[in-house]
């Protein structure tokens, strides 16, 4: 469905673009805890759009933060209509995370609004994080500093996504649809869902199911420990106006509703036999996709999965009743002073291990590892529930972008053409290590209006008249011009460019780039003066 630039901008200004709200339930209570705000537009001439529709146009024409601002402000406004104890949650997209001024804008549209910024959760998709997680940790750190919670969307569709539970502050994990949907009726899907969910209390997360359609899907993610549902069965996403009446129809559950233990109709069954549910137990516990296991306030191994166990290069049985520091003397030294924080009650997440090579020979293996310590119902310790996974691919694979990113620069430092960037009034921001190569010039003495004193003293001021214009009008700039290089000899060049513009329409950078139109014979030799 195709929309233009102008389309997308008039509908900003006009509001067009609209939260809609879905309700985001306690599986055990039943009440609502917050509201996910999903965009919608409204269009004048067609029917309400979904964001599947027009996110992709919006985001091509450079429109995206125009348009959150105006969705935040709406969304913020509404939330006057809400309980002061039931929350929003908001997505961001990839560019919008790795914007620093995100926090400070939202700090100051909700200071207008009125709303408490602890009340807002921002959601975070793994591809949100691959370009450059560094600086969308720096964002993250900002968010949580000003009161913001964090969520990692689609948990379990990416290939690092424990990295980057390790490298953001996240408070919430959400279940991916797709898990939820197919649960009931695949094996292989409830067992994800449980390591998922597991996974998360290890670490000390909410978790939230999302894409819950009917009663069942809700009974099993609550037994599995999950702590909030989102779904039609809840409710469909609505308009700001309609929110008192979903308040108003979802009722928690009362004392007299038994809360349960596992619906009956699925060839998962744990209302069985003892042994059988024991046995049940044991087959989600090793499935989990992490070591796992529980210690004593002795730090011996009272119970362990065989994921763990295979980390350790030995079995369950193996293990069972032994201390850490005997069973694994080579690295107890890493971990002593985690496990005594977390038996003293202090919960420790994100820890690195190094660990012996998984294969004889291959290179050693880093684990990343959290423990927590487990109470009885009077707050007291009874242990510690250590998780572990093998991070080692990730790191891996971590290098390996490192050296592409490299590799990618070396090749922008080789190509012909020469990238260059200004800013709204022409001034020279980044100079390409190419075109010191073609002039000579250094990039502090070619910065700003600098690079002029390369270029033919008869072409500077209808260079600069040409820019000039450009920059007035807005419109693509082409001109030729000559420009001396480190050998003495003119060289004919064509430099083209094109405006970057805001959310509403200002010009804010210039991107080009400029090459040589000269062939080898046409080039003028000059003699350098003395």
Known sequence: MPFTEVEIFRAIQQNQFLPYFQPLVDLREGNIRGFEVLARW???????????NFIPAVERHGFMNGMSI????????????????VGLSVNLSPGQLHDRALPSLLHRLADAAEFDLKRLTVEITESALLDDLDRAALTAADL???????SLDDFGTGYSSLLHLQALPFDELKVDISFVRSMVASRQSRKITAAV???????????????????SQANLLLWQGCTIGQGWLYGRPVPAAELPAVLAQ?????????IPSLIADISLSLEGHPTERLSQLRAIYDSAPVGLCFLDCELRYVNLNQRLAAMNGTTVAALLGRKVADAAPEHYAQVEGHLKRAIQGEACSGAEISAPPTEPGGPPSTRLASYQPVRDETGEVLGVCV??????AFKQNEETLRESADHYRHSIGLNPQSPWVTDAEGR????????????GSTPPRAKDFGWLDAVHPDDRERTTVTSQQSIDSGLPLDVEYRIRGTDGAWQSMRSRGEARRNSVGEITR????????????????HRRRA
Request: charged share 20%; with cysteine.
């Open 42 to 52: 409204q269009h004048p001439t067609r029917d309400l759009i979904n964001p599947g």
């Open 70 to 85: 105006s969705l935040f402000k709406q969304a913020f406004t509404a939330a006057r209509l809400l309980p002061s104890n």
């Open 144 to 150: 949580k500093a000003r009161g913001v919670r964090l």
């Open 197 to 215: 969910i597991s996974l998360g209390i290890s670490l000390g997360l909410e978790t939230v199911g999302e894409g819950i359609e009917d009663r």
């Open 250 to 258: 979802i009722r928690p559950r009362t004392a007299a509703e038994p």
């Open 387 to 392: 998780s572990i996974v093998d991070i080692s």
């Open 428 to 439: 020279n921001l980044t100079v390409n290590p190419q075109w010191q190569v073609l002039t």
């Open 510 to 525: 210039w991107y080009g780039s400029v090459e040589c139109i000269d062939s080898p014979r046409h080039v003028i030799k």
